[in-house]
């Protein structure tokens, strides 16, 4: 089956009271001034395509009346009688012009878990402003470490060469519980020992996620921006861990995986490249790793 988006039809959502988008060929270029939607509508796509991975009824609050993390539309709640807040997303077959139509809302989480929808998210790469800010919003003092930007921005759009999904294989370690029912004796010996396998697993398949992104973040940035630079610049992103060990709860540790960034000039290691840098360099050096992460790491 091959479908396309066909209708976006968005209810008391951010900026839309009522708002409805055709979509009549395969690309779609959506522009218009300040506070006109442009933003709002990306957050819908964000937010229905993230639906499916997202536990079963957790995102009734951005639709909630009463709830903090509510996203309706101000002047749509004023109304004595405002409609219900929703999101649906309608597809056609291309050969059978079928239609089908997915909603998420307060009481409805049509996208749990369905697979057209997951790979619809995982085929996605959304880029924000909040990358660009999580790549420079370091203190002088820090170590450049963009795990947690990486985590969050790059990571649930990764698959590794074999074919797993790093982000559920970083799920499963971490809460750092390697043995959440408390078994005893041989159980627990397993339950331990199997924490600790997955934990190497995942440590591998990041350092070959990071190394791969390295890679073409270094050509990306010689393709694009290197011509203007009056010495040469090298980046690199190395990653470190996850690591664990112990086999009981008083032994246990465990280390958070970290994702380091640095760069040389003319061969010349920057030990902190946020207090050498100025924005513009630094904007380019943070297109260069996520554009590559989407090279290399989108299927």
């Not at 749509?76 to 089908?100: L, S, V």
């Not at 940035?221 to 990653?239: E, G």
């Not at 040389?264 to 100025?278: A, H, V, Y």
């Amino acid at each position: 089956m091959t479908s396309r988006l066909h209708r976006i039809e968005i209810t008391n959502f951010k900026a839309f009271r009522g708002f409805t988008l055709q979509s009549e060929g395969r690309h779609l270029l959506v522009y218009g001034a300040n506070g006109s939607g442009k933003s709002s509508l990306y957050w819908a796509l964000y937010t229905f395509l993230q639906s499916a991975c997202k536990p079963r009824n957790s995102i009734a609050k951005y639709f909630d009346p009463v709830a903090n993390e509510k996203l309706l539309n101000i002047h749509e709640q004023a109304d004595a009688a405002p409609r219900p807040g929703e999101i649906a997303f309608t597809f056609r077959d291309q050969a059978t012009k079928t239609d089908t139509t997915y909603r998420i809302n307060q009481t409805d989480h049509g996208t749990h878990r369905d697979p057209f929808i997951l790979r619809g998210d995982l085929a996605s790469d959304f880029i924000t402003y909040r990358f660009f800010f999580g790549f420079s919003d370091f203190r002088n003092s820090e170590r450049f470490n963009i795990w947690p930007l990486f985590e969050k921005e790059i990571l649930p759009f990764c698959v590794d060469t074999s074919g797993r999904n790093p982000l559920d294989c970083w799920r499963a370690i971490r809460r750092k519980n390697p043995n959440p029912s408390g078994s005893r004796g041989v159980g627990g010996t397993r339950a331990f020992d199997s924490f600790h396998q997955k934990t190497t697993d995942f440590s591998r398949m990041l350092s070959g996620i990071v190394d791969a992104i390295s890679t073409s973040a270094q050509q990306f940035y010689d393709d694009h921006f290197a011509a203007d630079d009056p010495a040469r610049v090298t980046l690199a992103l190395k990653s470190n861990g996850p690591t664990s060990s112990g086999n009981s709860g008083t032994s246990f540790r465990f280390t958070d995986p970290t994702v380091q960034f640095g760069i040389q000039i003319d061969g010349q290691t920057i030990t902190r490249p946020q207090s050498f840098l100025n924005e513009a360099k630094l904007t380019q050096l943070a297109l260069s790793v996520r554009f590559a992460a989407s090279l290399v790491n989108l299927h």
